[in-house]
């Protein structure tokens, strides 16, 4: 438990003070909002359920894959693991911590595509899931990453996938075929049924899908991806551990 | 109180250690010399069990919370404050916050507690390191080469605090190549060449044993003298 609260609060003024990372988390609600107000109904959620998905794919997938990486790099591992803390007492926390960081986010998200307080649980649910399947994926890039450099190059494919296949996939029908199963493009069509514009755009977004739209097969995806890559990491870290 | 007996370390090909057997007693300082590449830190290494020999026993009287370590590869984060990377260590070992500028007081950096560590020169970085390493006040110390790079007032700086952690109880193993601080602060040291150990014991001993002393005007104790604290000039 110490330990625990430690290394929280070890993070908590580490992300205040990485920029570049940090970035990521204020950014995309920041542009999402700016851009919303020149737009209104379908075309307003539209746009932020895109930057929605960016978020999701890009923060804590950077964030966690980068912090992992970087710890990895300059031995501050080794110390945290001789002074008595578990690896995944570590990773633990870390993942977690990406986790919570994404609430505010999601909030502005929820709040600006106008969907009801009844439906924040489960947008948030569905939301934080996502973040935790990126945040699943950047533990495992950054398991096998030597350095942080090498971990940005593993993680951007990666991040471009998940972070703009929802937008492409708008504008590229013949790709839904392979893009209805990332669970980014899911995550914006499970929300985009919450948003009071969804009557302008369901004919639309079901002629544009492979998939039928709806509920259960968005949460289908999304919670396999999230086991996925939750089995992904148990097998990186078997595999490669976590040596300090 | 620490002890290798018959240790054989490969990396690949290359054997870096060739059968080094060593005992160091409770509450001594103990200096393992040798040039780079002798094989100094893969033995630090081993004992505090960040690496496994392919044979022989590596044993420590302590158990591992109560090792503290400094390595050349430091491990402080470089975007957090000096108070900061001691917080999180004081919160990991269960110690107070009061513990925190304590031991930075020791290690002389009470004004730097601000500072992050990306800001400090290459003495305070090392400073720092130590005081991570002593926090927790270990029953058995690791210092990878302590002092090298360093300017000799805070050079002496971490001699005396050497000097007052193994007066409180702490043995010390460090790594060295400066032979000065060797006979400075050792009670015994064992001289390391191409991974076999081939002198041991105390500074005194090994000196009249090869009838090695000498008389030199000594301009680093007069510089010592001058920078330290409390000297106005
Ligand atoms: N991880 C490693 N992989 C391969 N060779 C290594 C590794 N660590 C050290 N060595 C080799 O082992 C020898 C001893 O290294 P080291 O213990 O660091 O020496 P010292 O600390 O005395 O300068 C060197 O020749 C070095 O190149
Ligand atoms: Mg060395």
Sequence with gaps: MNATKALFGKQISDFLKNMSVTIMFVMFPVIAFFMTTFMEGADAAFNVLNFTAMFIGMGPLVYVANTIAEDNEHKNLRFLIMAG???????????SFAVIMCIPGMLAFWWMIDATVAQLPLFLLIGLAGCLASSMLGATVGLFAKNVQQCSAIYTPLMMVMAFTPMVAMFNPDLAVVVDFVF???????????????????????????????????????GGSVLAFIIVFFAAYRKKGLKG | ??????????????????DVSFNVEK?????????????????????AKQIAAE?????????????????EEDGLYSRLTCTENLNLFAGIYGLSKSKVPE???????????????????????????????????????FLDEPTANLDPTTAAGIHKLIKDLCAGGTTVFLTTHNMEEAVDLCDHVALLNKGKI?????????CTKYDSFKTVPDLGAVFIKLTSKGVNV
């Design chain 2, 198 to 206: 081939v002198e041991y014991g105390s500074p005194q001993d090994i």
């Design chain 2, 1 to 18: 109180m620490i002890s290798m007996t018959n240790i054989v370390k490969r990396f690949g090909e290359q054997t870096v250690l060739h």
């Design chain 1, 85 to 95: 803390v578990k690896p995944f007492q570590y990773l633990g926390g870390i993942i």
């Design chain 2, 55 to 71: 044979s022989g026993e590596a044993r420590i009287d302590a158990k591992p919370l109560e090792t503290g370590l400094m390595l």
């Design chain 2, 27 to 47: 509450q001594e300082v103990f200096g393992l010399l040798g040039p780079s590449g002798a094989g100094k830190t893969t033995i630090i290494n081993i004992l």
């Design chain 1, 184 to 222: 980014t493009r899911q995550i914006m069509l499970a929300l985009f049924q919450m948003s009071p514009a969804v009557y302008e755009m369901a004919d639309f977004m079901a002629e544009i899908a492979f998939l039928p739209v709806t509920l259960p097969v968005s949460l289908g995806i999304i």
């Design chain 2, 103 to 141: 031991v930075l007081a020791s290690v002389g950096l009470e004004e730097a507690g601000k500072k992050p560590v990306n800001k400090l020169s290459q003495g305070m970085r090392k400073r720092l390191a130590l005081a991570r390493a002593i926090i927790h006040t270990p029953k058995v110390l």
